[in-house]
């Protein structure tokens, strides 16, 4: 059963989690138990068609506890193993919602109620979570919209609140824009150090075999020439939206891919690349930015049919990159979970001043987060807290 407050993509959601599952073998339905919202069954019946998957639901009845019912009972005759109610939401907190909740959980009795809560609500996710958790049984959370300009820093309150695992993340309004949580790449993006690992991963299924060893050890060396910029480009080129992978990099923030800019974004290093076309390969080889005066820049914006201005940002661009990934090296030991005392302090710092002030409180303030990232050093209790698995 998924419950939360109206806007927070629930619905999207529910059907994301049934086709997640029947990707891997399951048979899984959709009921659809909210008859507050007008075109909530539409939408749920469109997005179940796109994915093939059974559903049920009513435009003309008015009880969502009925229907529910109905729609569970039919499912189980045909054998399906993962039944999903989808129940109504509100804008804002209220009796009705709450007690709509309770009539469906206690008449279909479900083995899970997921709390689905958009990543952007920031310090109320606290008092959210803990108004469903008081009315229902939450065992688990779901964080939406993650493809946006939030870090999702009101993940840790929900989290508190419900004494509950993050067991997915959306990331965008696909289907298979969807992914189980992983806590340390989750934290170490919360703290602005992105998602390396992830990043690595996302790069080996585009390089080819044979190129991934020289790229890992460039990474791991924080090594970064005009050539690496232009082959790594390229990779990008090829792993999907620019925006999600930007958000995996330390010092990348969502604010670099603007919210239905992509495209431009794309023709921008396409630019990037054609200036580069115009280098000789000890420019390209050269780590050094100083080696490109004005008489080279000239050349390179005649050779490219660009202007002198858009040389210089480019340049620009590959400066701050390279420090970007000189700070890659540095992350090395955070990512093996060997945090020392004084990573371990500046972390602390860095994540106080995202923390919801309530969750701050309730962790014991400074003292209490230190305590938390010391935890964090062997990866296991962190795991635990948000109901990831340690590999």
């Not at 279909?108 to 952007?120: A, E, Y």
């Not at 009315?135 to 009101?154: C, L």
């Not at 076309?277 to 390209?284: A, G, H, I, P």
């Not at 014991?364 to 807290?385: A, I, P």
Request: aromatic share 8%; with cysteine; hydrophobic share 35%.
């Amino acid at each position: 059963m998924f419950v939360g407050l109206q806007g927070a993509g629930k619905t999207t959601t529910c059907t994301k989690y049934a086709y997640y599952h029947q990707k891997k073998g399951y048979k899984p339905a959709l009921v659809c138990a909210d008859t507050f919202r007008a075109g909530a069954f539409d939408q749920l019946k469109q997005n179940a068609t796109k994915s093939k998957i059974p559903y049920y639901g009513s435009y003309t009845g008015s009880d969502p506890v009925k229907i529910a019912v109905e729609g569970v009972d039919r499912f189980k005759k045909e054998n399906c193993d993962l039944i999903i109610v989808d129940t109504s939401g509100r804008h804002k907190q209220q009796a009705s919602l709450f007690e709509e909740m309770r009539q469906i959980s206690e008449a279909t009795k479900p083995d899970l109620v997921i709390f689905v809560m958009d990543s952007s609500i920031g310090q109320t996710a606290f008092e959210q979570a803990r108004a469903f958790k008081q009315t229902v049984s939450v065992g688990a959370v779901i964080i939406t919209k993650m493809d946006g300009h939030a870090k999702g820093g009101g993940t840790l309150s929900a989290v508190t609140a419900t004494k509950s695992p993050v067991i997915f993340i959306g990331t965008g309004e696909h289907m298979d824009e969807f992914e189980v949580f992983d806590a340390k790449p989750f934290v170490s993006r919360l703290l602005g150090n992105g998602d390396m690992s992830g990043f690595v991963n996302k790069l080996q299924e585009v390089v080819p075999k044979d190129q991934q060893p020289e790229l890992l050890e460039m990474l791991s060396h924080g090594k970064f020439t005009l050539r690496i910029m232009y082959d790594q480009f390229q990779n990008m080129l090829n792993m999907g939206p620019l925006k999600e992978v930007f958000s995996m990099l330390p010092g990348m923030r969502a604010e670099m891919m603007p919210e239905g800019h992509e495209k431009e974004s794309q023709a921008k290093i396409k630019r990037y690349m054609t200036m580069m076309d115009s280098m000789t390969n000890e420019e390209l080889d050269s780590s050094n930015p100083k080696v490109f005066n004005e008489s080279r820049i000239m050349r390179i914006a005649r050779g490219s049919g660009r202007i002198v201005t858009e040389v210089m940002e480019m340049l620009e661009e590959y400066k701050r990159l390279t420090t970007m990934w000189g700070k890659v090296k540095g992350l090395k030991n955070l990512e093996k979970g060997n945090m020392s005392a004084l990573s371990r302090n500046k972390n602390s710092q860095q994540l106080n001043k995202v923390l919801p002030a309530q969750m701050l409180k309730q962790i014991g303030g400074m003292s209490g987060l230190q305590s938390l990232m010391k935890q964090m050093g062997s990866g296991k209790d962190l795991m635990g807290m948000f109901g990831g698995r340690d590999e």
